[in-house]
């Protein structure tokens, strides 16, 4: 019931932080340096490529609640995931795409959710900047607990997606 | 009361999609190619450094609405900001940290708002693969409309930033 993380990027230490208190997690980096660091720290980490199948395979991919994939290159994402999907056809893979015009590719690939960080990023800034108070929202996005049955709450006007609740069908924790 | 774009980085044509329908926008960046191409699509664009006084003067940093600061080097966005404020302590300064260390650096140096993409993007990953319902929150946050009077609706529970409404002061649309 691990999470299992396939290589190592910009958002890999947000990403460790937040699971540390709530989930275990195995890391898997060609970095031997950046391996010896994480290990140093008492990171359960493999010093292997993150797309090959037996490094997954050690890893119990098999097991695994989630996969996540970000290191800072797309097509190395693309590799892991295809290979994480392919050895594991029910687990959840959440991955980042460095360039935006990676989103649909990586999805693709076999990810179930796949998040743009300058998307994001831009969308926020410009947002406040034309005096939408989006340091609410981004404190509101990072306060959002994980585990919570309800994790945001409803509210009565259209800024919604369009649909009922739970339109993507986020699987609820313990679901695998 | 338009918004100043100082430098051109990973999170800019994020930025300007979503200013285009809402608000006039100068781009000031030293990259002369990026400068053309920018050009080409009819952007209004000087060449020249974004830290440079003459330059944000020449922009009308006294008329603009926001100041939006986001290549993918802090030290020189620090730059821009410190020029900025100096040059109009009353304009509303927005920044990303590509550093998320450095968010507290660029608050210093005068933005009003600074965000840290791979906080925010780890955060939601973290949250998505612990089973949260991240799509939802990310569809949520890109759907903020910002000029709206109440860019989040009220909410029951606890997830919301202590205090009162609108917290930080954000400024609203024609402040300024
Ligand atoms: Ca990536
Ligand atoms: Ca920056």
New binding site residues.
Partial sequence: NHVLVLGY?DLTEPILEELASKAPYVVITRDTERARILSDRDVDVFTADPSDAESLQRARVDTARAVVV?????AE?ALAILTARQLNPEVRIV????NRENVDKLKRAGADTVISPTTLGGHLMAESALGGDSERVEQKVMEEKPSKEHPVDEEGDGAEASGGADPDGGSEPGDR
């Avoid at 970000?70 to 797309?74: F, H, I, K, V």
């Avoid at 991955?95 to 460095?98: D, K, L, N, R, T």
């Fill in positions: 990027g970000a290191t800072n290159n797309d994402d991955a980042a795409a460095s």
